[in-house]
Structures are given as structure tokens and as C-alpha cells.
């Protein structure tokens, strides 16, 4: 596990750093993009008792996987190495009692640590994801494809403006959990071929449109 978290770190850090070079410095809110997911993530679970709701599962877990990136940035605010924060996420792991929480008060509970801490609690992540019905290679999986989605994003305009979300009327998230599911994750190019499938599919269904 502790090689997944040093690779999942490596890679918010490679990414964070294409958006602001010196991203740690700039003590960005990410605990406030952290509860704000958690917000999207109940709308897609539900929490209206006066209609009739289905939590849309898949929505729920892809946000679980957005707040995970904002969570792994918010853990480098104290300026320590990629090793050590992972040594630290297994230590929270570790002393913590599964609270056996459904999806929503998991989500309550992540949210109210980080508006009360301004930070970020892995346990209580764990707690979230485990009550999604995502285990720790399912997250690992999905978290190595959307960091490579977010760099197709910046590749190809995000930033400016120009970039296309919504591909032949599906959105680009959508899009990647239905090519990952077919691809071999446990390839040691896994990366480099989820971004060649995207960039495939964003010229088919994008670019000669």
C-alpha cells in the first residue's frame, strides 16, 4: 500500500506543479475544494426525503475520487517529502476503527474535519470510500486514470477555456471509467495507455467534429 500512496503523491505533486510551479508555497484552500466535492457528491447520492431518489453510484465513487486529489494536496502543506506524508497516511490508517458510517455520514464526517481543521483526514476518507464500496486498488485504479484525465485537460486547453468536457453529449469522466474498465491495471504503462485511449477518443469523437 505504501507504494501506491508514494505513486499517487508523485503524481498530484507532477500535476499540481503544471498548474502553479510553486503550488505549495501558494498554501492553496484545498480542505475548501475538499468539502465543496463532498457537497457534489450528496446531490449525486441524495438526501431530498419529500421525492424519490436513486443514488447514482458511480457519480458518488467519481467523486470520491476528485475529493482524494484534493485531499493528497492538502497533505503536503507542511512541507514534508512524499515518503513521509505516505508514512503518515498509513499511521492515520492504521489507529483508525472503521465507523461503519453509510455514505452520507461519512461524507458529513470528512466535510466537518475539514471546515473545523482546514485539512484533511485519510481515516476518515477511508471511512467515505469504504461506504462507496471502493476498496484501496479500486481507488488506486480510478485515481491513476483521472490524474491522467486532468493532464489531457490542461494538454488540450482546459485552462484557456478551449477544451471540450462533454464528448458526443457524454461528460469526459464518463468516458474514462468505460475505457479503464476494459484495460489491464496492473500494466506498468497503465498511465501512459489510459492517456493514449482518451486522446483517441477525444479526436473521434471531439477534434473531427
Same mark, same amino acid.
Request: proline letters at 1%; a negative charge; one cysteine or more.
Given at each position: 500500500?505504501?507504494?501506491?500512496?508514494?505513486?499517487?503523491?508523485?503524481?498530484?505533486?507532477?500535476?499540481?506543479?503544471?498548474?502553479?510551479?510553486?503550488? &505549495?508555497?501558494?498554501?492553496?484552500?484545498?480542505?475548501?475544494?475538499?468539502?465543496?466535492?463532498?457537497?457534489? %457528491?450528496?446531490?449525486?447520492?441524495?438526501?431530498?426525503?419529500?421525492?424519490?431518489?436513486?443514488?447514482?453510484?458511480?457519480?458518488?465513487?467519481?467523486?470520491?475520487? /476528485?475529493?482524494?486529489?484534493?485531499?493528497?494536496? *492538502?497533505?503536503?502543506?507542511? =512541507?514534508?517529502?512524499?515518503?513521509?506524508? !505516505?508514512?503518515?497516511?498509513?499511521?492515520?490508517?492504521? =489507529?483508525?476503527?472503521?465507523?461503519?458510517?453509510? &455514505?452520507?455520514?461519512?461524507?458529513?464526517?470528512?466535510? +466537518?474535519?475539514? %471546515?473545523?481543521?482546514?485539512?484533511?483526514?485519510?481515516?476518515?476518507?477511508?471511512?467515505?470510500?469504504?461506504?462507496?464500496?471502493?476498496?484501496? /486498488?479500486?481507488?488506486?485504479? *480510478?485515481?491513476?486514470?483521472?490524474?491522467?484525465?486532468?493532464?489531457?485537460?490542461?494538454?488540450?486547453?482546459?485552462? /484557456?477555456?478551449?477544451?471540450?468536457?462533454?464528448?458526443? =453529449?457524454?461528460? /469526459?469522466?464518463?468516458? %474514462?471509467?468505460?475505457?479503464?474498465? &476494459?484495460?489491464?491495471?496492473?500494466? *506498468?504503462?497503465?498511465?501512459?495507455?489510459?492517456? !493514449?485511449?482518451?486522446?483517441?477518443?477525444? *479526436?473521434? +469523437?471531439?477534434?473531427?467534429?
Amino acid at each position: 500500500m505504501k507504494q501506491a500512496l508514494v505513486n499517487m503523491l508523485a503524481m498530484q505533486h507532477r500535476m499540481n506543479t503544471r498548474v502553479h510551479e510553486n503550488w &505549495v508555497e501558494q498554501d492553496f484552500e484545498w480542505y475548501r475544494a475538499a468539502w465543496i466535492e463532498c457537497g457534489e %457528491l450528496i446531490e449525486h447520492y441524495g438526501y431530498k426525503w419529500w421525492k424519490k431518489q436513486v443514488p447514482d453510484i458511480e457519480q458518488v465513487r467519481l467523486e470520491v475520487i /476528485d475529493i482524494w486529489h484534493f485531499g493528497l494536496s *492538502a497533505l503536503f502543506a507542511d =512541507g514534508k517529502s512524499v515518503d513521509q506524508i !505516505a508514512d503518515d497516511i498509513l499511521a492515520d490508517l492504521v =489507529g483508525h476503527q472503521p465507523s461503519g458510517l453509510g &455514505v452520507r455520514e461519512a461524507t458529513e464526517e470528512l466535510a +466537518l474535519h475539514c %471546515l473545523q481543521t482546514k485539512g484533511f483526514s485519510p481515516s476518515r476518507f477511508r471511512d467515505l470510500m469504504t461506504a462507496a464500496g471502493l476498496d484501496f /486498488d479500486s481507488l488506486y485504479t *480510478a485515481y491513476v486514470g483521472k490524474n491522467v484525465l486532468n493532464f489531457f485537460r490542461q494538454d488540450n486547453g482546459y485552462k /484557456d477555456g478551449s477544451y471540450v468536457k462533454n464528448w458526443d =453529449g457524454r461528460e /469526459d469522466n464518463e468516458h %474514462l471509467s468505460e475505457l479503464v474498465a &476494459v484495460m489491464d491495471h496492473s500494466a *506498468a504503462d497503465f498511465a501512459d495507455q489510459v492517456y !493514449a485511449v482518451l486522446a483517441d477518443r477525444y *479526436a473521434e +469523437l471531439v477534434l473531427t467534429r
